[in-house]
């Protein structure tokens, strides 16, 4: 499996931007899904962005469309969460996900994701 660490979370006021990072370790990730999920205080973690192997597909829950935005380099084995116009209700855990797919699922979610990081917390004030 592929070793995911993140970064770059905070604590930042409505409206703000943060960009997470993970860095990717153990493997290549050029064969990966990659992908981000988050997880707010005392409830189930939820599907954010993913971005298939090569990049060429991106995916976003409708709750953070035309806000944030998910990249990959895959000579650097890192991903990108850029994150912007944020609200309280992004405040969570995020965690980088990997995963090598055969097919993309219909509705993608967290058993769709075998390898997660630690997490990386984002706070945001109102």
């Known amino acids: 499996q592929v070793q995911l660490v993140e970064s770059g979370g905070g604590l930042v006021q409505t409206g703000g931007s943060l960009r997470l990072s993970c860095a990717a370790s153990g493997r290549s990730i050029d064969s990966y899904a990659m992908g981000w999920f988050r997880q707010p205080p005392g409830m189930e973690p939820e599907f954010v962005a993913a971005i298939s192997w090569s990049g060429g597909k991106t995916y976003y829950a409708d709750s953070v469309k035309g806000r944030f935005t998910i990249s990959r380099d895959n000579a650097k084995n890192t991903v990108v969460l850029q994150m912007n116009s944020l609200k309280p209700e992004d405040t969570a855990v995020y965690y980088c996900?990997?995963?090598?797919?055969?097919?993309?699922?219909?509705?993608?979610?967290?058993?769709?994701?075998?390898?997660w990081g630690q997490g990386t917390q984002v706070t945001v004030s109102s």
């Open positions: 996900v990997a995963e090598i797919w055969g097919v993309v699922p219909a509705h993608i979610g967290s058993g769709d994701f075998g390898s």
